[in-house]
């Protein structure tokens, strides 16, 4: 019922940005919550932002404020993830995901996945 596809991905340097679009297939993309989450290597998958359609509210991972920009365009059904003063540390998979409930940093709450597009910054 709910696709989502992510793309922008690839290799930058630190300090640079990148741009990365969630395209989400669906017939009630109004009534969706949609979050980016990130997950490097060893570690636990982390929630980095997330909208809700419904007023445009959003949430933050504190590592990323003042940094990354989340957006939605209900005109394309595609959530945008702008990430701008990219760390090494930022470095990681990210998937965008799609939950009917509201916005949260648990990944358990969240129903439908895409398949993750990967992100690397060079020191």
């Known amino acids: 019922e709910v696709r989502l596809v992510e793309s922008g991905g690839g290799l930058v340097q630190a300090g640079g940005s990148l741009r990365l679009s969630c395209e989400v297939r669906?017939?009630?993309?109004?009534?969706?919550?949609i979050a980016w989450f990130r997950q490097a290597p060893g570690k636990e998958r982390e929630m980095v932002a997330c909208?809700?359609?419904?007023?445009?509210?959003?949430q933050y991972a504190h590592s990323v404020k003042g940094r990354f920009t989340i957006t939605s365009n209900n005109a394309n059904n595609t959530v945008t993830l702008q990430m701008n003063e990219l760390k090494p540390e930022d470095a990681a998979r990210y998937y965008c995901?799609?939950?009917?409930?509201?916005?949260?940093?648990?990944?358990?709450?969240?129903?439908?996945w895409g398949q993750g597009t990967p992100v690397t910054v060079s020191s």
């Open positions: 995901a799609s939950t009917s409930l509201l916005c949260g940093d648990d990944p358990t709450e969240f129903d439908s």
């Open positions: 669906t017939s009630s993309f109004e009534k969706l919550e």
């Open positions: 909208i809700e359609n419904s007023d445009l509210s959003k």
